[in-house]
């Protein structure tokens, strides 16, 4: 990296190109006791690699489980979307029995069915198995205007529903959901200061049933700065960050680098839970050229593995959270971390010039976490942008019908967004509304990308570029 080389480096962060600082024991899923170097599943396969809650000394998973991402099914009534709670039991149970012990979930996500899937599918297993984490995710209440009391009722009132749909009476970890948004301080102090939110979470922590208290962070700074400012009062147990390769020193929109956040985290020896290792999605897979790169240094692992690595690398790193939809993802996430082999000098010298490069790409931030979801008007925004930046890393986005590729590239972008987006939920029927925009947590002003997206098509159905 710049002005610092890889071994340097390493130094920094508390590691080398030895496993020195990274807690590697293996522990039952079920009771949280070391067992040696394996998880006791009788599959024969393992050697998940934990990390120690300082202050409660349990043994976290490297691999969490974020539930914004569960596989969907047809709604047998006709109408929409649901959960496919089979699909769900069935990967909640293999990841348990592959070690995996961290599952995180919001009232928001999977519009508003992830906490009642997921307590579904932890329910039939014994409630020590696993740490359950939920968040309180009332920024859209005080977006709308509530404040003082009525804000106060709503948002208990959304902790208990939580409770409930969970099928839990306490909470392993809980989080003020998404702060850093809007009028920043300000907001942040009328969803959970103000109204005195934040002393009842507190006294729910006192009493036992939060057993870990923290944040997941977006956007303003001053948000961070100001929160950890309040460390000695508040004891923040962790804290949620979106830390990958790319914005560790390159980051983009709303997201700040990870670089300062990680390393505010751990001057106070704060456990770090990390958000978006993919970018959503975008490190899954990368541009023909890069993927070659990657391949050639590791050609039996996943592009994707490449990411998990640098995420779960840094010790003060808890758990790194993959919204896994599929089995393979599971399965591949589960071989990067069992065991994790952190990154050498050599490995974050490579990352840190792949994300140079790809930040000269043109691909829209987005990280599939559904908030502006759903559209008054039909409109499928994640699934629009995802085409859009699919596009881009795959080498079919023709910028000029002098390119030499020029007519595949073009049938590959319009063929692909009639397959992947229904015409009716395409960019061109954005009317601009902007209901979307305020509940983006990467700040992406939604209607302005959807009317250039849409003209782009255009271009290309006209030939026009």
Not at 219 to 227: A, E, M, P, R, S
Not at 374 to 400: L, M, Q, T, W
Request: proline share 5%; with cysteine; glycine share 8%.
């Amino acid at each position: 990296m710049k002005n610092m080389n890889r071994r340097d480096f390493l130094k920094k962060i508390g590691i080398g190109t030895s496993l020195a600082g990274v807690a590697l024991a293996g522990c039952d899923s079920r009771n949280n006791k070391v067992t040696g170097n394996r998880t006791t599943s009788d599959s024969g396969e393992g050697n998940m690699t934990y990390r120690i809650n300082p202050k409660t000394g349990e043994k976290v998973s490297i691999l969490g489980y974020g539930c914004m991402r569960w596989p969907m099914m047809p709604n047998p009534d006709g109408e929409g979307e649901i959960i496919d709670q089979e699909a769900v039991n069935e990967l909640v149970d293999y990841a348990i029995e592959h070690g995996v012990n961290y599952f995180d979930t919001a009232p928001p996500y999977v519009r508003g069915l992830s906490e009642e899937a997921t307590g579904i599918a932890l329910s039939r297993h014994p409630r020590e198995s696993y740490f359950l984490a939920t968040k309180m995710s009332n920024q859209n209440f005080a977006h709308s205007g509530m404040a003082g009391k009525e804000l106060y009722d709503a948002s208990v009132a959304m902790y208990r529903n939580s409770l409930d749909k969970l099928k839990t009476d306490y909470l392993d970890y809980y989080l003020l959901h998404n702060v850093g948004g809007e009028t920043g301080v300000p907001f942040l102090r009328q969803r959970f200061f103000d109204n005195g939110l934040l002393d009842f979470l507190m006294k729910e922590r006192e009493e036992g049933r939060i057993r870990n208290l923290g944040f997941s962070y977006h956007g303003d700074v001053k948000v961070f700065d100001y929160l950890l400012s309040l460390h000695d009062e508040i004891h923040w147990d962790f804290v949620q960050i979106q830390l990958n390769y790319v914005d560790y020193r390159h980051a983009s929109g709303a997201n700040f680098n990870a670089e300062y956040l990680y390393g505010e985290l751990e001057k106070r020896n704060i456990p770090a839970v990390i958000m978006e290792p993919l970018l959503g999605g975008r490190l899954a897979s990368l541009t023909e050229h890069l993927n070659g790169k990657l391949k050639q240094r590791e050609p039996e692992e996943s592009i994707a593995s490449w990411a998990f690595r640098f995420s779960g690398t840094f010790p003060g790193v808890l758990t790194v959270l993959s919204g896994m939809t599929y089995m393979e993802h599971l399965q591949d996430n589960l071989h990067t971390y069992s065991p994790l082999r952190p990154l050498t000098d050599d490995d974050f010298d490579m990352l840190e010039e792949t994300a140079v490069e790809m930040t000269n790409y043109p691909s829209v931030p987005c990280t599939a976490c559904e908030y502006c979801m759903p559209c008054p008007y039909g409109i499928d925004i994640p699934r629009i942008f995802a085409h859009y930046n699919k596009c881009i890393n795959e080498g079919n986005f023709p910028v000029s019908r002098q390119n030499e590729d020029y007519r595949r590239a073009r049938k590959a972008f319009l063929v692909g967004y009639d397959r992947s987006v229904p015409r009716l939920r395409q960019a061109s029927h954005c009317i601009g509304c902007n209901q979307c925009a305020p509940h983006c947590p990467q700040t992406i002003d939604i209607p302005a990308q959807m009317q250039r997206i849409d003209n782009y098509v255009e271009k290309l159905k006209q030939n026009t570029l």
